[in-house]
Nanobody
Framework: QVTLVESGGGLVQDGGSLRLSCAAS????????MGWFRQAPGKERSFVAV????????YYADSVKGRFTISRDNAKDTVYLQLSSLKPEDTAVYYC???????????????WGQGTQVTVSS
């Protein structure tokens, strides 16, 4: 059983930056692809970014490409999401996920964190 704990969310102004962290425990971190999804009020959860187990491959949603960067530190069992040039439409609860393979589908991920709120004010 893998436990994921996110941190780093908060309130930021339009154009600002945040860094989200997700610490994993209870499993072998390097066997999991790690990713981030988000859910805005009244909307379904949507894919944000994912990184391969060996840190060789990343994918991003078109809406965040060029603004967000996913990375992982396998020595610390932690995945990060750097959010830059934030926009009000990035406001959402951000969830860290772990799964066996890279996927853009939320159903592919077995483990989810509790979420961290990101609010971007205009």
């Amino acid at each position: 059983q893998v436990t994921l704990v996110e941190s780093g969310g908060g309130l930021v102004q339009d154009g600002g930056s945040l860094r989200l962290s997700c610490a994993a425990s209870g499993g072998t971190f390097t066997t999991y692809a790690m990713g981030w999804f988000r859910q805005a009020p009244g909307k379904e959860r949507s894919f944000v970014a994912v990184i391969a187990r060996d840190d060789t491959t990343t994918y991003y949603a078109d809406s965040v490409k060029g603004r967000f960067t996913i990375s992982r530190d396998n020595a610390k069992d932690t995945v990060y999401l750097q959010l830059s040039s934030l926009k009000p439409e990035d406001t959402a609860v951000y969830y860290c996920v772990a799964g066996g393979d890279i996927s853009l589908s939320p159903t592919s991920y077995h483990y989810w964190g509790q979420g961290t709120q990101v609010t971007v004010s205009s």
